[in-house]
């Protein structure tokens, strides 16, 4: 379940509509790699998880940092590449931050799976995090296909959002990799080793 702030600025005051909505999408995911292989975790992470937060720097309330719960899929189920693609509208909070500054986070975990953390707090590190920086950026032409494929197959109901709230296929350009899946301290995984093919 994930709410939609839906953000009207055809007049001078902010006008927010919460609509609650349910994917379709599975919350199984398929056995995690083991804890020692931090690439291979970054990269289940990646494509296993159908949203996360996306942290912007505002541009609504000034250097403040602005966390937004966003569907993304770095795929289809069947196929990973590690990138992280967005659909995002042109009226959107996450659209107006990234025209000031583009450069964003996405965190997400193993908590989303309902399973694989049932049984800790999804702060403990055994309950694997990632977060891939860089910027946001549209998808080159030749990507939009695989992109809005994948998009609308891990999302079903995005193919019937209004068409007027100007939908914009959005990609991060990844350049940092933060990993955290056991105690011990985080990872940095090199970008280079990240995209090495996976599985």
């Not at 289809?76 to 992280?84: A, L, M, N, Q, R």
């Not at 309902?114 to 032409?141: F, H, W, Y």
Request: charged share 15%; glycine share 4%.
């Amino acid at each position: 379940m994930a709410v939609v702030v839906k953000w009207c600025a055809a007049t001078c005051a902010v006008i927010l509509a919460v609509t609650i909505v349910t994917e379709g999408t599975s919350v199984t995911w398929p056995p995690p790699p083991s804890w020692l292989n931090k690439t291979a975790t970054a990269r289940y992470l990646a494509h296993s998880a159908d949203w996360g937060v996306v942290s912007t720097m505002s541009n609504m309330f000034p250097d403040t940092p602005f966390g937004i719960v966003q569907s993304f899929a770095d795929g289809p189920v069947e196929k990973s590449t590690g990138i992280p693609y967005f659909y995002v509208s042109k009226i959107s909070t996450v659209y107006a931050n990234i025209q000031e500054n583009n450069t964003v986070s996405l965190t997400v975990s193993e908590v989303e799976s309902r399973e694989l953390c049932s049984k800790v707090d999804p702060e403990t590190p055994t309950c694997a995090q990632l977060t891939l920086s860089g910027k946001m950026i549209p998808v080159p032409s030749q990507e939009e296909l695989f992109a809005r494929t994948a998009l609308f197959a891990r999302h079903p109901q995005m193919k019937d959002w209004p068409k007027g709230h100007n939908w914009l296929l959005l990609k991060l350009d990844v350049t940092s990799v933060w990993l955290i899946d056991f105690f011990g301290g985080a990872a940095i995984i090199p970008v280079e080793d990240y995209f090495k093919p996976w599985p």
